[in-house]
């Protein structure tokens, strides 16, 4: 599934995901016979266990999604856990410099790419079952995702031209906060930062992402170039699909 998504992308075609914070696989399932190409499995800003998330990622794959999580923070550790548990790709926040986005690789490739820890007694492993140079090799070829959240577009060129990197990825609200103006996605000075990031990545090639809560803003940033969206959230959507339910069943006085 994962690669299905590289070549998509390699393609110019668009993938659309939603950010998750259930820790229910019925939820995630869902979402994938829904028809979404991918999930994120938040562990930064949701309560996502290590312990859990096997069950959310076996979810996600049953019903045909692949399963990114989005890790706490850039430490080794964060980003190669996932993918021992057999996560189809990371997705890691806070990335603001070409080193930093080395460091990353390091942690999410095996040699010759990078230096991530090795264990085969892990799910990403069939616990050992798989043959090893074949878990090597598909191992490598999990999706890395970097977050841009800050406003340096000459380290985003740098990053573009890694080719281990297969997604950047636009957090609008934090880059809000670092422009100046926190949570004010739709200020021109915010949007202007966003359209240079997509400008200097798509000079090198390389796919941009983006987090969109409306359908406008999903059309925007497709008519720019954006091919993975990331729309929404799980509790977001649910929320209003019960305030809509509600508006429409509740008799009016």
Avoid at 142 to 152: S, T
Avoid at 155 to 184: C, H, K, N, T, W
């Amino acid at each position: 599934m994962k690669e299905g998504i590289r070549e998509r992308l390699r393609k110019g075609e668009v993938v659309f995901g939603v950010f998750c914070k259930t820790t229910d696989p019925n939820y995630i399932e869902i979402l994938g016979h829904s028809g979404f190409d991918f999930c994120i499995l938040d562990r930064e800003h949701g309560t996502v266990s290590l312990e859990r998330l096997p069950d959310l990622i076996r979810a996600a794959e049953c019903s045909g999604m692949v399963p990114v999580v989005r890790t706490p923070d850039s430490r080794a550790e964060s980003v190669s856990q996932p993918l021992d548990c057999g996560a189809g790709g990371v997705q890691v926040p806070q990335v603001g410099s070409a080193e930093e986005a080395r460091e990353i690789i390091r942690a999410a490739k095996f040699a010759p790419l990078g230096e991530r820890g090795v264990c085969r007694f892990v799910r990403g492993a069939q616990f050992s079952a798989m043959d090893r140079a074949d878990y090597f090799r598909k191992a490598n070829e999990a999706l890395l995702i970097l977050q841009l959240e800050r406003k340096d577009i000459r380290e985003y060129e740098a990053i573009a031209e890694l080719e281990a990197v297969d997604v950047l990825f636009i957090g609008p609200y934090d880059l809000s906060q670092a422009v100046g103006y926190p949570g004010q996605i739709e200020h021109p000075e915010v949007l202007a930062v966003m359209q240079r990031i997509v400008d200097a990545a798509r000079a090198k090639k390389k796919a941009v992402g983006v987090f969109a809560d409306t359908p406008e803003q999903v059309a925007r940033w497709i008519a720019a170039g954006v091919q993975y969206i990331a729309y929404s959230v799980d509790v977001g959507i649910f929320t209003a699909a019960c305030r809509r339910t509600l508006a429409a069943i509740r008799p009016q006085s």
